[in-house]
Protein backbone atom coordinates (compact mmCIF):
# COMPACT_ATOMS: atom_id res chain seq x y z
CA UNK A 1 0.00 0.00 0.00
CA UNK A 2 1.08 3.82 -1.11
CA UNK A 3 1.72 5.93 1.56
CA UNK A 4 1.29 9.08 -0.28
CA UNK A 5 -1.27 9.82 -2.99
CA UNK A 6 -0.47 11.21 -6.53
CA UNK A 7 -0.47 14.80 -5.05
CA UNK A 8 2.63 13.52 -3.24
CA UNK A 9 4.73 12.99 -6.00
CA UNK A 10 7.26 15.36 -4.90
CA UNK A 11 7.13 13.67 -1.13
CA UNK A 12 7.92 10.86 -2.68
CA UNK A 13 10.74 11.60 -4.80
CA UNK A 14 12.37 13.71 -2.17
CA UNK A 15 12.28 10.79 0.22
CA UNK A 16 14.37 8.84 -2.19
CA UNK A 17 16.83 11.60 -2.31
CA UNK A 18 16.77 11.36 1.62
CA UNK A 19 17.19 7.80 1.65
CA UNK A 20 19.96 8.26 -0.99
CA UNK A 21 21.46 10.71 1.05
CA UNK A 22 21.38 8.20 4.31
CA UNK A 23 23.19 5.68 2.55
CA UNK A 24 25.69 7.96 1.34
CA UNK A 25 25.82 9.11 5.15
CA UNK A 26 26.20 5.46 6.32
CA UNK A 27 28.69 5.01 3.61
CA UNK A 28 31.01 7.99 5.03
CA UNK A 29 30.61 6.47 8.63
CA UNK A 30 31.81 3.56 7.51
CA UNK A 31 34.73 4.63 6.45
CA UNK A 32 35.53 6.94 9.28
CA UNK A 33 35.00 3.93 11.45
CA UNK A 34 38.13 2.26 9.35
CA UNK A 35 39.90 5.44 9.83
CA UNK A 36 39.67 5.23 13.28
CA UNK A 37 40.32 1.34 13.66
CA UNK A 38 43.25 1.90 11.25
CA UNK A 39 44.93 3.42 14.41
CA UNK A 40 43.56 0.71 16.63
CA UNK A 41 47.00 -1.04 16.91
CA UNK A 42 45.30 -4.95 16.99
CA UNK A 43 42.78 -3.73 14.01
CA UNK A 44 43.29 -5.48 10.17
CA UNK A 45 42.62 -2.17 9.40
CA UNK A 46 45.53 -1.56 11.05
CA UNK A 47 47.76 -3.62 9.40
CA UNK A 48 46.45 -3.30 6.05
CA UNK A 49 47.76 0.95 6.63
CA UNK A 50 50.97 -0.17 7.45
CA UNK A 51 51.62 -2.68 3.99
CA UNK A 52 49.94 -6.30 5.69
CA UNK A 53 47.05 -7.40 3.86
CA UNK A 54 45.87 -10.06 6.42
CA UNK A 55 42.31 -10.25 4.79
CA UNK A 56 43.74 -11.92 1.76
CA UNK A 57 46.37 -13.73 3.92
CA UNK A 58 42.88 -15.26 6.36
CA UNK A 59 41.37 -16.35 3.10
CA UNK A 60 44.28 -18.78 2.28
CA UNK A 61 44.86 -19.74 6.14
CA UNK A 62 41.66 -20.11 6.77
CA UNK A 63 40.89 -18.03 10.07
CA UNK A 64 42.44 -15.27 11.99
CA UNK A 65 44.08 -17.27 14.96
CA UNK A 66 45.97 -19.52 12.38
CA UNK A 67 47.14 -15.34 10.29
CA UNK A 68 48.00 -14.41 13.61
CA UNK A 69 49.96 -17.68 15.30
CA UNK A 70 51.84 -17.17 11.51
CA UNK A 71 52.58 -13.30 12.14
CA UNK A 72 54.00 -14.39 15.42
CA UNK A 73 56.32 -16.75 13.61
CA UNK A 74 56.90 -14.46 11.53
CA UNK A 75 58.67 -12.16 13.50
CA UNK A 76 61.25 -14.51 14.83
CA UNK A 77 61.84 -15.72 10.83
CA UNK A 78 62.09 -12.13 10.10
CA UNK A 79 64.38 -11.32 12.86
CA UNK A 80 66.55 -14.59 11.91
CA UNK A 81 66.70 -13.92 8.58
CA UNK A 82 67.90 -10.32 9.11
CA UNK A 83 71.20 -11.55 11.35
CA UNK A 84 72.00 -14.21 8.42
CA UNK A 85 71.15 -11.55 5.28
CA UNK A 86 73.64 -9.28 7.67
CA UNK A 87 76.61 -11.97 7.85
CA UNK A 88 76.16 -12.96 4.20
CA UNK A 89 76.54 -9.21 3.15
CA UNK A 90 79.65 -8.90 4.84
CA UNK A 91 81.07 -12.24 3.70
CA UNK A 92 79.86 -11.96 0.50
CA UNK A 93 77.90 -15.27 0.39
CA UNK A 94 75.73 -14.64 -2.38
CA UNK A 95 74.16 -17.87 -2.83
CA UNK A 96 73.17 -17.99 1.03
CA UNK A 97 71.74 -14.63 1.20
CA UNK A 98 69.65 -15.54 -2.41
CA UNK A 99 68.60 -18.40 -0.36
CA UNK A 100 67.68 -16.22 2.90
CA UNK A 101 65.64 -13.58 0.75
CA UNK A 102 64.00 -16.65 -0.88
CA UNK A 103 62.33 -17.70 2.36
CA UNK A 104 61.30 -14.23 3.34
CA UNK A 105 59.83 -13.53 -0.18
CA UNK A 106 57.53 -16.65 0.65
CA UNK A 107 56.03 -15.65 3.62
CA UNK A 108 55.87 -12.07 3.08
CA UNK A 109 54.05 -13.46 0.30
CA UNK A 110 51.85 -16.04 2.41
CA UNK A 111 51.25 -13.51 4.61
CA UNK A 112 50.09 -10.53 2.52
CA UNK A 113 53.28 -8.40 3.03
CA UNK A 114 53.24 -7.06 -0.13
CA UNK A 115 56.37 -4.58 -0.35
CA UNK A 116 58.85 -7.13 1.40
CA UNK A 117 57.59 -9.56 -0.76
CA UNK A 118 58.60 -7.42 -3.95
CA UNK A 119 61.97 -6.66 -2.21
CA UNK A 120 62.81 -9.75 -1.20
CA UNK A 121 62.44 -11.15 -4.62
CA UNK A 122 64.16 -8.55 -6.09
CA UNK A 123 67.07 -9.73 -3.91
CA UNK A 124 66.72 -12.90 -4.36
CA UNK A 125 67.17 -12.99 -7.81
CA UNK A 126 69.77 -10.17 -7.84
CA UNK A 127 71.88 -12.56 -5.13
CA UNK A 128 71.61 -15.52 -7.56
CA UNK A 129 72.81 -13.92 -10.36
CA UNK A 130 75.93 -12.56 -8.22
CA UNK A 131 74.53 -8.61 -8.51
CA UNK A 132 76.66 -7.97 -5.37
CA UNK A 133 76.48 -4.14 -6.04
CA UNK A 134 72.53 -4.70 -6.18
CA UNK A 135 72.53 -6.30 -2.84
CA UNK A 136 75.21 -3.79 -1.52
CA UNK A 137 73.36 -0.33 -2.86
CA UNK A 138 69.76 -1.97 -2.12
CA UNK A 139 70.95 -3.07 1.32
CA UNK A 140 69.54 -0.22 3.61
CA UNK A 141 65.97 -0.37 1.99
CA UNK A 142 66.03 -3.60 2.02
CA UNK A 143 66.57 -3.49 5.79
CA UNK A 144 64.77 -0.96 7.21
CA UNK A 145 61.65 -2.83 5.24
CA UNK A 146 62.29 -5.68 7.21
CA UNK A 147 62.37 -3.64 10.41
CA UNK A 148 59.46 -1.76 9.75
CA UNK A 149 57.27 -4.94 9.39
CA UNK A 150 58.86 -6.33 12.42
CA UNK A 151 57.88 -3.89 14.68
CA UNK A 152 54.69 -3.06 12.96
CA UNK A 153 53.52 -6.92 13.64
CA UNK A 154 54.70 -6.54 17.17
CA UNK A 155 52.46 -3.56 17.66
CA UNK A 156 49.85 -5.43 16.07
CA UNK A 157 50.33 -8.27 18.16
CA UNK A 158 51.12 -7.17 21.79
Known sequence: MA????????????????????????????????????????????????????ESSIDILGDKEMFETRLRDFVSLAKSKYGSLMDCKANMNMDKYSEESAILKKEANYLGIKELFIMAKAHEQKAKAGDTNYVIENFKTYEDEIMRIIRTVEEYIN
Open 3 to 54: IFNKSDEISEELLKKSMDASKNAQEIVIDNSEEVSATDKHSLAYLKANGIDG
